[in-house]
């Protein structure tokens, strides 16, 4: 006979817990003592209970489990097409290719497995008739390809749309609807995280741009690409992923769109350094993690070594392996949808889906996320929730181990450096401010590398 084993415990309301807590804090504030608020306004609480709920928050279910991605840049051809064939081989799950300039497509995806995996594109450039061959290569091959096309990403990170906004409209239009294969339509919501956006901006900003594209894009039959960074506050990058996939769907039934998103997520570059690299492992592994239970379609993880070493095997290897770990040793694809159930996350996912709903409101109110680009409005407030940021992390309240907390002063870099680890000063003339992608620890280290210098 099944017998429960909670049938001896009477139930415990959150009055009664809060009580009990009181008593042990022997006369220290509660409020004081045990609640902290997020950068984003959220306060948190020591504990969560189930009569504080009515109903729990419903999730899409994923209806697969996370791709593994591995990121190659294309520079030489046959070295792309053997580090792909070779990549796949060892656990990846798809591939992600960032090209600059038109290539020969075909030939690179020609010895492929396309029939078992997905590959994305990341263009630096936005071309009809390149599209129309990936599109070509993707029926032929019945391929799942993902063109990530996004100029008002490009306007937002470069100061300047490709062309101008009616031929990069135009332009997307016409892939709309002579490149049906593919989905064509992403939305770079990283830079956001990686230039200093608190978490609900980043969910705003993600679903303002994406809006842009409802508004714009006569045809959209294919599920958006949405690549969003993840950063180390755990528990608050879960909600983060969830209340994202919340919303969008939420904004999109208001175009009659049912396609829903696909998330593509990546570390984020922010709080990574240049000293103590390994302690990188930790981060990418949490975030990952993070990305995984939030509901992430795919995952591709950020090398400890991405900051200073030009793309290689070690680098790429140990990442993947990160996430081979995650999948296959710890069985995060095993369950959908993890998170439900926790009041702790459902109480953030709630509280951030709340106030990225009225930013996004007030984005919307305000003439668009294209108009508050042209005004400067998002970048100033990005720049202002960076600064807050980068003032906790220089006055040591936000840590970064290995930098800020516990460094090794006899740690040496100058003589490892084969990419520039910094922001670079291009000046040009641009439609817009360029929103700055910047890591915390870039002043710090600069100094520590003149200091080198100087010893030499």
């Known amino acids: 006979m099944a017998e429960s084993l909670f049938d001896d415990f009477n139930p415990v309301s959150s009055k009664q817990w809060k009580q009990q807590i009181q008593y042990e804090l022997k006369g220290a504030d509660y409020n004081e003592t045990l609640l902290w608020e997020s950068p984003e306004g959220i306060k948190v609480k020591p504990f969560y209970h189930i009569d504080e709920f009515e109903t729990p928050i419903s999730i899409h279910s994923q209806t697969q489990s996370f791709r593994i991605t591995q990121d190659i840049f294309v520079h030489d051809l ?35 497995p396309l029939e078992k995996t997905a590959v994305y594109f990341h263009l630096s450039f936005l071309s009809i008739d390149f ?3 990936i599109d070509v290569v993707a029926k032929n091959k019945n391929a799942q390809i993902f063109v990530q096309i996004d100029p008002i990403g490009n306007l937002a990170k470069g ?19 002579s490149c049906q294969n593919i989905n064509f339509l992403s939305i770079d919501g990283s830079l956001y995280q990686n230039a200093g956006a608190n978490i609900v901006q980043q969910i705003a900003y993600i679903l303002a741009h994406t809006n842009e594209y409802f508004n714009r894009v006569a045809t959209i039959s294919k599920p958006i690409v949405l690549q969003v960074a993840v950063g180390t506050n755990y528990f608050f990058e879960i909600a983060k992923l969830r209340s994202l996939r919340l919303l969008f769907d939420l904004i999109a039934k208001e175009y009659d769109y049912d396609l829903g998103c696909h998330i593509l997520a990546i570390p984020t570059k922010r709080n990574k350094t240049l000293y103590d690299y390994n302690v990188n492992m930790l981060r990418t592994t949490t975030e990952c993690m993070s990305a995984i239970l939030g509901g992430a379609d795919a995952v591709s993880n950020l090398a400890y070594d991405a900051l200073y070493h030009k793309d290689n095997e070690f680098g790429d290897r140990i990442s993947r392996n990160q996430l081979l ?15 439900d159930g926790s009041y702790y996350i459902e109480n953030l996912t709630q509280q951030l889906s709340e106030k990225a709903l009225a930013l996004f409101k007030d984005i919307e109110a305000n003439g668009g996320f294209i108009t508050q680009l042209i005004e400067g409005t998002i970048q ?28 090794n002063k006899n740690d040496r870099m100058s003589h490892d450096l084969e990419l520039f680890p910094f922001v670079k000063s291009k000046p040009r003339k641009t439609l817009v401010s360029p929103i700055i992608e910047k890591r915390l620890a870039e002043k710090m280290e600069m100094e520590r590398l003149e200091s080198e210098k100087e010893a030499q």
Do not use: C, M
């Open 159 to 177: 100061g300047n749309w490709y062309k101008n906004l009616d031929s990069d409209f135009d332009i997307l239009n016409t892939i709309s609807i």
């Open 380 to 407: 100033r407030k990005i720049q202002e929730s960076a600064s807050k940021e980068q003032e906790l992390f220089d006055s040591g309240k936000e840590i970064l181990l290995g930098t800020n907390k516990y460094p």
């Open 131 to 133: 599209v129309k061959r």
């Open 78 to 112: 046959d070295k792309s097409i053997g580090r792909a064939l070779e990549t796949l081989n060892r656990g990846a799950e798809s591939i992600r290719f960032t090209i600059e300039n038109e290539i020969d497509v075909e030939k690179l995806l020609e010895k492929l």
């Open 325 to 339: 770990v995650l999948k296959h040793e710890s069985y995060f694809d095993k369950v959908g949808n993890p998170a």
